[in-house]
């Protein structure tokens, strides 16, 4: 992973996500209030912003983000969309599992969804897990 300079640190947007990103992985931060230029298609778009709403320490189900979006028939592209997301954790797809509860569809391995699922659970409800 490359390192951020000096000056890269200094631009606001990018100072605050850095801020914020520590804070959520210090337990102490719920909801980013960094601004994001989500680009994709609409659809893309449409997906992602969705996921923006999924509180902390919650999850939703493949099929009702799809109806969320308006399109119950889509959970396959929603699926394929989240999987493209450029800006995880801040954009949390990690909150979006298979309509059984299983832990599905994260491009930074499961174990790596199951860890941000249960940091957030942890932080946000006091629960602590085994694993």
Same mark, same amino acid.
């Given at each position: ?50 996921? /923006? ?41 990690? /909150? ?15 174990? /790596? ?10 932080? /946000? ?7």
């Amino acid at each position: 992973m490359k390192e951020l300079s000096k000056e890269s640190l200094e631009h606001p947007i990018l100072a605050s996500a850095v801020q914020e990103l520590t804070a959520y992985f210090n337990g102490s931060m719920e909801a980013f209030r960094t601004p994001l230029a989500l680009q994709g298609t609409d659809f893309q778009v449409q997906v992602w912003s969705i996921l /923006r709403d999924i509180p902390y320490g919650s999850t939703i189900s493949y099929g009702k983000q799809s109806q969320i979006l308006g399109n119950p028939k889509s959970i396959r592209a929603v699926g394929t969309t989240n999987g493209k997301n450029p800006i995880v954790i801040m954009v949390p797809c990690h /909150r979006v599992i298979g309509s059984n509860q299983d832990l599905i569809g994260f491009g930074g391995g499961l174990a /790596r969804k199951k860890w941000l699922l249960e940091h957030e659970k942890k932080h /946000r409800f006091g629960v602590r897990t085994l694993f």
